[in-house]
Every structure is written in C-alpha cells, then in structure tokens.
C-alpha cells in the first residue's frame, strides 16, 4: 500500500490541478507496482509548504524565486 508525500509552494496548484497530480501520481504508483488492485490502497498526500519555508543552499527560497528560476529555465 504506497503512501506517496509531494510538497508543493502554497498557493501554487488550483484544487483541479492537485486532484490531475494525486491521479497521475497514483497511476504512476499502480504502474510501478504492477498490482492493479493496489489503486484502492494508494495515497497520496500533497502538503503546501508555506512561502519562504522553502531552502535551497542555505538561503530561503519564495514561490515568486522559483517561478522566477523556472520561467528563466534554470
């Protein structure tokens, strides 16, 4: 029974796209597993980490700095 944990910045998936995420996590999950019956037992828990309570290399990092990071493609 896999218990799959995905932080993401709060605010940054409307509640449609968190509910495509825990869908194609837990198909990803019953592919892996090979168990078709595993879906009924699969969670998926999606935890919003508030801004800045994110670090990367000793420094706080805000969702405005990864948007920023991620439009610039880095």
């Known amino acids: 029974m896999p218990m799959i944990q995905i932080s993401i910045p709060a605010g940054s998936l409307s509640a449609e796209k968190k509910a495509e995420m825990i869908r ?5 999950a019953v592919e892996a597993e090979g168990i078709p019956g595993v879906r009924a037992h699969t969670w998926v ?4 980490v508030p801004d800045g309570g994110w670090g990367m290399g ?11 990071a991620l439009a610039a493609g880095q």
């Open 24 to 28: 194609k996590v837990t198909d990803a």
């Open 58 to 68: 000793g420094t706080a990092v805000t969702l405005a700095m990864m948007q920023g």
């Open 45 to 48: 828990h999606i935890t919003e």
